[in-house]
């Protein structure tokens, strides 16, 4: 039989083909995800919160963008146990219509001028809809590709989901540039920034059908056939993995930041505090996003030849040590100082977002992998995403100072290492034990002896 580096062909094909499918997928619910923070940083403040002074109607249009990480966790849980529980494949598929529904709708959304303090509430409404489903998406497309993935490519592809959040970005930010190069700035506000929103449903459709081709991953099949599915997942999953939940959310902080530093509040910060034109920030925004598709793919493959913690721990070290660079190349306002340093804290953050998602995957047996994964993810989303551009924002108007926020990415980096450093090296593990920790733990309670696959070999 034909084999390519000692895999089988088809089974190549296979792979390749699940994870294109969920680079795809989880571009279209970044975009869909994205295209909110873009509005947030440029016309949802006036548009829907009118009556605040201009810093005060950033914060406010900040603090909608940050609901939608509060509803990430809720996603993550109830996602999560009914992936663990009925599929991978169901939930993506419903994560996909339910952020359709809700971006779709904000197109139609009235303003604060034709419905009141009505506006606003319902914008919150359904950011927390985009939350929640955004917070079930991405376990199950991250499981998806890795439990079809071989033991030595888990990083590479496992990268492919990785890519969906630059994708979408580029994705979401180019739309935004055109319309804002294509429109007056008055239309822009009135009807323009709606376009993004609308044309969403069209991507919304390829998704489904992209999604609904794929076959369920084979690891999670032999615990269906096996009728070994754990009853309470959530449940089995803080009593049996606890010190990992927390570590995987500690440890995604930092990157997570980072990421909403460069992609999100740059937006902000560089139109209103630097008094650049709104399409310059978005073209930077999108170049930067171009160069983290590769930085991400490229370092999530060296994980797989160094491990996953020695590339992690290098980007929470080298963020740290340039938090305050970063700040003075961009308070410069050139363009191409501004360019270096949202590159160089792009790659470093995906130091850590390259290797993330075969990381949180190995650190959880298949039974629970898609609650514990998704969990702790979205537990440091909050703190690392949700909070970044609200608290950038009130820091500098605290302050007067860019410094006070480069010392706040310091402290997240610095949370970031100590949890990965308590982290234990995931990247040889055998993904295909479906005892996990759990069932050992039953079967050693119930007095059987139960031994995995791995150690059986």
């Keep these: 039989m034909d084999k390519v580096g000692g895999e089988d062909l088809g089974q190549v094909s296979a792979i390749r083909k699940v994870a294109v499918a969920s680079a795809i997928g989880t571009t279209i619910e970044w975009y869909d995800y994205f295209i909110y923070a873009s509005a947030a940083a440029l016309v949802f403040g006036p548009l829907f919160f009118p009556t605040f002074e201009p810093l005060a109607g950033t914060l406010a249009s900040f603090g909608t963008f940050a609901v939608g990480f509060l509803a990430r966790p809720l996603g993550g849980i109830v996602f999560g146990h009914l992936g663990d529980k009925i599929g991978r494949k169901t939930m993506l598929v419903l994560s996909l219509l339910m952020m359709g529904f809700a971006t779709f709708a904000i197109g139609f959304l009235p303003t604060y001028a034709t419905i009141g303090i009505a506006a606003p509430i319902l914008l919150v409404a359904l950011r927390l809809?985009?939350?929640f489903a955004v917070g079930g998406e991405w376990g199950g497309a991250v499981l998806m590709?890795?439990?079809?993935?071989?033991?030595g490519r888990r990083g590479f592809y496992g990268s492919f989901p990785q890519l969906g959040k630059a994708?979408?970005?580029?994705?979401?930010?180019l739309v935004f540039l055109v319309i804002?190069?294509?429109?007056?700035e008055e239309q822009f506000a009135t009807w323009g920034w709606r376009v993004p929103f609308l044309i969403s449903i069209?991507?919304?459709?390829?998704?489904?059908?992209i999604r609904l081709r794929i076959e369920e991953s084979p690891i999670f099949q032999q615990v269906k056939e096996t009728h070994s599915e754990a009853r309470m997942p959530l449940v089995d999953v803080f009593r049996t993995y606890p010190r990992e939940v927390i570590l995987a959310g500690g440890a995604c902080i930092a990157t997570i930041a980072m990421g909403y530093l460069v992609e999100v509040y740059m937006l902000s910060y560089g139109t209103q505090v630097l008094g650049l034109a709104n399409r310059t920030m978005?073209?930077?925004v999108v170049l930067v996003a171009c160069v983290e598709i590769f930085a991400v793919v490229g370092l999530a493959a060296l994980s797989d030849r160094l491990g996953r913690r020695k590339v992690f721990l290098s980007g929470t070290v080298l963020g740290a040590l340039w938090a305050l660079p970063f700040f003075w190349l961009?308070?410069?306002?050139?363009i191409a100082l501004i360019l270096i340093a949202l590159v160089v804290m792009i790659v470093i953050a995906s130091a850590m977002y390259g290797p993330q998602a075969a990381l949180f995957a190995e650190m959880f047996g298949t039974r629970v992998r898609y609650t514990g994964a998704s969990v702790g993810y979205q537990m440091g989303s909050i703190i690392g995403?949700?909070?970044?551009?609200?608290?950038?924002?009130s820091l500098l108007a605290a302050t007067g100072t860019s410094a006070s926020i480069s010392v706040y990415i310091i402290v997240l980096c610095a949370i970031s290492f100590v949890a990965m450093l308590l982290v234990t090296e995931t990247y040889q593990k055998d993904l295909g034990e479906v005892e996990d920790k759990e069932r050992k733990l039953v079967s050693g309670r119930s007095g059987g002896s139960s031994r995995s696959s791995a150690e059986q070999r």
Aim: proline residues 6%.
């Design 330 to 334: 961009i308070d410069t306002g050139s």
């Design 282 to 284: 978005l073209l930077l």
């Design 129 to 131: 809809i985009q939350g």
């Design 145 to 151: 590709t890795i439990e079809h993935a071989p033991r």
């Design 385 to 393: 995403g949700g909070l970044l551009p609200l608290a950038a924002a």
């Design 167 to 173: 994708a979408g970005i580029i994705l979401a930010n």
């Design 202 to 209: 069209v991507l919304i459709a390829i998704g489904l059908y």
């Design 180 to 184: 804002v190069a294509a429109l007056p």
